[in-house]
């Protein structure tokens, strides 16, 4: 699994899962739209945490920042 997924698209998630978290424990969100959040937000923070977004890997899209230099030893 090669990480594609960069520090401000990991944030925005972390902060999105935290968000919906937060409306449903609080009851603002209920029943079945209580359960789909909570796993919505369940992917957003396992994504975030891993690095690996599988939505991304088919459509080749990587929000990871290019290295501007070659490491030398």
Known sequence: MKKNM???D???RTTIAI???TLV???KI???VAIII???AAVFLLTSLVGFCPAYAPLGISTL???LYKKTN
């Open 38 to 40: 909570s796993i919505l």
């Open 30 to 32: 209920d029943g079945t």
């Open 65 to 67: 920042r290019k290295k």
């Open 6 to 8: 960069g520090a401000i």
């Open 10 to 12: 990991r944030m925005i």
């Open 19 to 21: 968000v919906l978290i």
């Open 25 to 27: 424990a609080t009851g």
